[in-house]
């Protein structure tokens, strides 16, 4: 058990703040369910403004973080702090700065759209409940959807309502857990069109298994596995730390040798593919697609395909969490 | 808690609850009052309704279970507990909401029975013949009963997320402290404590009242029961957090 220091850590805070406001503050935490240790020891910090994909199997303790995020369950040791507020201490604020679609989207079925957003706007406690609610319906493009009951809605539009709930009280955090899960491509489209608009003025935790959600919505992925933080970085840097070396595959129209191949400048290792077909291995790929073009060319070789496959988040993904 | 009161009134309301709640007590009263013979009032020669009263009570251990059954059951079973409590709003807030819904329910499944002692009164051959204050320390004791029956519904919904475990638990308890305790004071073995046990129950208070003269006690005894089952329905829901 770590010791409590809600105060002391709120005074760092409030120094640090003046230089980058965080939204979010995870010291430490942890949450034992019996003897099972769902989430461990984690910490992390998210400044304000920012979109951070929180990336993990399944069952590797995202949902936990989340719902001790957002006031659901209290942790088992360490603190969270959202906004300067401790989620133990200050719940019923934090929880009004926070906009939180949980996992699987619970809602009111039987309960007309517009009915819904007016009950939730009003259990946020929102002072212009009208205008709020035709705003928030009009951003997620629920127009046409407002008089119907939810349970007549399809997964997609359910998200939207799931989302305008979320938001509908303006939060300054969203916590968004896996909200493209189940839709079709195309919804799954809308959905994070709909995301890195909100994205932009507000700090959002979106947790997922799907690593191009990441790169396509994300400026930041926490990696967690087995309830632990495994890499947190830019999804740029992220790529580009476990990116060892690329793999060109070429295939050229007559035959050639494979010591011939091997000189060409870059290129680390050379395996046949069969067919003329060769994976060329190098430790960059800087001006490679150059080099090897002149290399046919020089040789009178003709270049019929060439491949360049680069490591991508899910590389990393599948490698951080084996 | 008036957002979730509101809430919870339109859901009785769109799903048929509430209609057919009211519909169907008043067609249970109805029946045993004015048609099936034992207990029709128009034979027994007496001004008065003490035929409802008798019957009421039972009637609302199956009527405000049902109705009680789904309010925590469901929001449990579908997830939406998880919204409603990461709100800001009290978790007392919640669980008062729903419980003043579910009492308003009864208030208006009362409220038509009215017409039945308007129409003894008209029916009575001297005026002035019915006991008017027998009568409304009554309503007063079966209004008193149903907050009690409410709170055991509420409470029963909040322990469970099956709908049917809910329900079934809750006629037991409600059934337990209208009458078991009755019973159990007549038991040999309780000589001596039996007074104490008869008075657990709901049913001594409740005949108490309707003799027309409210007693503080009966009025603390209900109060009493109510805030109980609140209290525990909070530790229930507050359990999330263990």
């Excluded at chain 1, 005074?11 to 099972?36: A, E, R």
């Excluded at chain 1, 603190?79 to 300067?84: E, H, L, Q, R």
């Excluded at chain 1, 359910?158 to 938001?167: E, F, K, N, P, S």
């Excluded at chain 2, 519909?23 to 309704?49: E, H, K, M, P, Q």
Aim: charged share 20%.
């Amino acid at each position: 058990m770590y010791p409590r220091f809600g105060h002391k850590f709120k005074n760092c805070l409030t120094s640090q703040q003046k230089i980058k406001p965080l939204s979010i503050s995870v010291q430490q935490l942890t949450k034992t369910y019996g003897q099972q240790k769902a989430v461990n020891d984690i910490s992390f910090e998210v400044p304000a403004g920012q979109v951070v994909g929180f990336l993990g199997p399944n069952g590797a303790g995202k949902t936990t973080t989340m719902k001790m995020l957002t006031c659901f369950i209290p942790p088992t040791s360490g603190i969270a702090i959202v906004c300067g507020l401790d989620v133990e201490e200050n719940s019923v604020e934090v929880r009004s700065l926070v906009g939180y679609l949980p996992e699987h989207n619970p809602l009111y079925l039987d309960m007309y759209v517009k009915e819904y957003l007016d009950f939730a706007a009003e259990i946020n406690k929102v002072k212009n409940v009208k205008e709020r609610v035709s705003e928030m319906i009009e951003i997620t493009g629920l127009t046409l959807e407002k008089r119907k009951k939810i349970g007549q809605l399809s997964k997609g539009y359910r998200q939207r309502v799931g989302l305008a709930q979320a938001m509908i009280h303006n939060p300054k955090v969203l916590i968004l857990d896996e909200p493209t899960s189940g839709l079709d491509p195309n919804q799954i489209g809308e959905i994070r069109n709909l995301i890195r608009t909100i994205g932009k003025e507000k700090t959002v935790l979106l947790s997922t298994h799907i690593m191009q959600e990441v790169e396509a919505m994300c400026d930041r992925a926490i990696i967690i596995n087995r309830g632990t933080i495994v890499a947190d970085d830019n999804t740029a840097n992220l790529r580009n730390s476990l990116k060892t070396e690329s793999v060109i595959t070429v295939q050229f129209k007559n035959a050639v040798s494979e010591d011939k191949l091997r000189k060409i400048p870059g290129i680390t290792k050379v395996s046949s593919a069969g067919d003329n077909r060769w994976n060329l291995h190098s430790a960059g790929n800087e001006g490679l697609q150059e080099s090897i073009f002149k290399f046919a060319v020089d040789n009178n070789l003709v270049l019929l395909e060439s491949k360049l496959s680069e490591s991508s988040l899910e590389d990393v993904f599948k490698s951080l969490t084996r | 808690m008036w957002t979730i009161y509101k809430k919870e009134i339109r859901s009785f309301l769109s799903s048929l609850i509430a209609y057919i709640t009211i519909i169907v007590f008043l067609i249970a009263t109805s029946l045993f009052l004015w048609i099936f013979r034992d207990t029709n009032i128009l034979d027994a020669g007496y001004a008065d309704i003490d035929p409802l009263f008798e019957l009421a009570p039972i009637i609302f251990i199956f009527l405000i279970s049902a109705i009680t059954m789904r309010s925590f059951s469901e929001e449990k079973k579908t997830g939406t507990f998880e919204t409603l409590t990461t709100r800001p709003i009290s978790d007392l807030s919640i669980i008062l909401g729903k419980y003043f819904a579910g009492l308003t329910l009864v208030v208006f499944s009362i409220l038509p029975t009215l017409i039945y002692y308007y129409t003894v009164i008209e029916l009575s051959a001297e005026v002035n013949s019915v006991d008017t204050g027998a009568t409304n320390g009554s309503y007063l004791g079966l209004l008193m009963l149903g907050a009690a029956y409410v709170a055991i519904g509420i409470f029963s919904s909040v322990i469970t997320e099956n709908q049917i475990v809910s329900f079934i638990i809750s006629m037991f308890l409600c059934f337990f402290f209208y009458s078991v305790f009755d019973y159990l004071s007549s038991f040999e073995f309780l000589k001596g404590t039996n007074f104490f046990v008869e008075w657990l129950g709901i049913n001594y208070h409740y005949r108490s009242i309707s003799k027309g003269v409210i007693d503080t006690r009966d009025v603390i005894y209900f109060i009493s029961l109510v805030s109980l089952f609140i209290w525990l329905t909070k530790i229930i829901f507050g359990s999330r957090k263990w």
